[in-house]
């Protein structure tokens, strides 16, 4: 079974890595696609309700955001996407 995410570690990579465009759940880049469930819903390709199609967003890029495959590791990666879920499930 998959490890438990570290959903602290995922607030760390966050802050370090894609608050500067996505502080708060926003997008300072392209203002409709924000971070928040019903954005995640209407622009993230295959959105499924868990963290498998953020992962493939930050691994991958798409658009005006860079790919973070082989910056971060895997753990960090999925890590940050199941912060990210927490969030958007929360309402930042």
């Not at 997008?27 to 209407?42: C, F, G, I, P, W």
């Not at 390709?45 to 971060?72: C, W, Y």
Request: hydrophobic letters at 40%; proline letters at 2%.
């Amino acid at each position: 079974p998959a490890m438990a995410a570290d959903l602290s570690n995922g607030e760390s990579v966050f802050q370090g890595n894609c608050a500067a465009c996505h502080a708060g759940g926003q997008n300072s880049v392209q203002v409709e696609k924000t971070l928040e469930l019903t954005s995640l819903k209407s622009y993230l390709a295959n959105f499924n309700g868990d963290e498998s199609a953020i992962v493939m967003q930050v691994t991958n890029g798409k658009n005006a955001m860079p790919a973070f495959g082989g910056r971060l590791e895997d753990d960090e990666i999925a890590d940050v996407a199941a912060y990210v879920l927490s969030k958007a499930k929360g309402g930042w």
